[in-house]
T-cell receptor, first 110, second 115 residues
């Protein structure tokens, strides 16, 4: 069965610092992997996706993620965090029935 | 182009009542998926509709149902509401069903409170 684990429930970083959010997945075949961001009271916005090919994918808002099959991971990174990045981040895997991780809430300190 | 539109945005019901939520997908999108989001359970898949047919279903009781119309608009219904049904219900649309096509675009959600 497919599943997603986001080990960090809450992360706090200073503005301008780098960020890495972890995601591990379990999937029977080649996974389709996604990162979404959700601001309070809003729906989810797609940051980036991996279907195949280059394992380093670029997304919107300066985010990138790297697919590592050997580690079953798809970690999200950003070199310099902005205060507006404070939100909840969800990793997801799947195709027709997407499975989401529990989310990581990001707080940005000034 | 307009995004995914969900109505109503907020509603309050009492136990035992029923509720119908509506979702209008992005123009041209034929697949609509529904998710329930709660603080305790996170995002859980309810069901997916494509071409007016339910193609996939999550692990929810039969009180949760849905349908899709010929214009791809979708509704979900929850009957005999329970306190635990209080949640944010998210609708997402995509161009098609199947491999490589299922990039979901989400609506802002319908916040249901059951008293």
């Amino acid at each position: 069965a497919q599943s997603v684990t986001q080990p960090d429930i809450h992360i706090t970083v200073s503005e301008g610092a780098s960020l890495e959010l972890r995601c591990n997945y379990s999937y029977g075949a080649t996974p389709y992997l996604f990162w979404y961001v959700q601001s309070p009271g809003q729906g989810l916005q797609l940051l980036l996706k991996y279907f195949s090919g280059d394992t380093l994918v670029q997304g919107i808002k300066g985010f990138e993620a790297e697919f590592k099959r050997s580690q079953s991971s798809f970690n999200l990174r950003k070199p310099s965090v902005h205060w507006s990045d404070a939100a909840e981040y969800f990793c997801a895997v799947g195709n027709n029935d997407m499975r989401f991780g529990a989310g990581t809430r990001l707080t940005v300190k000034p | 182009k307009a995004g995914v539109t969900q109505t109503p945005r907020y509603l309050i019901k009492t136990r035992g009542q029923q509720v119908t939520l509506s979702c209008s997908p992005i123009s041209g999108h034929r697949s609509v998926s529904w998710y329930q989001q709660t603080p305790g359970q996170g995002l859980q898949f309810l069901f997916e509709y494509f071409s007016e047919t339910q193609r996939n279903k999550g692990n929810f009781p039969g009180r949760f149902s849905g349908r899709q119309f010929s214009n791809s608009r979708s509704e979900m219904n929850v009957s005999t509401l329970e306190l635990g049904d209080s949640a944010l219900y998210l609708c997402a649309s995509s161009l098609a069903q199947g491999a490589g096509a299922n990039v979901l675009t989400f609506g802002a959600g319908s916040r249901l409170t059951v008293l």
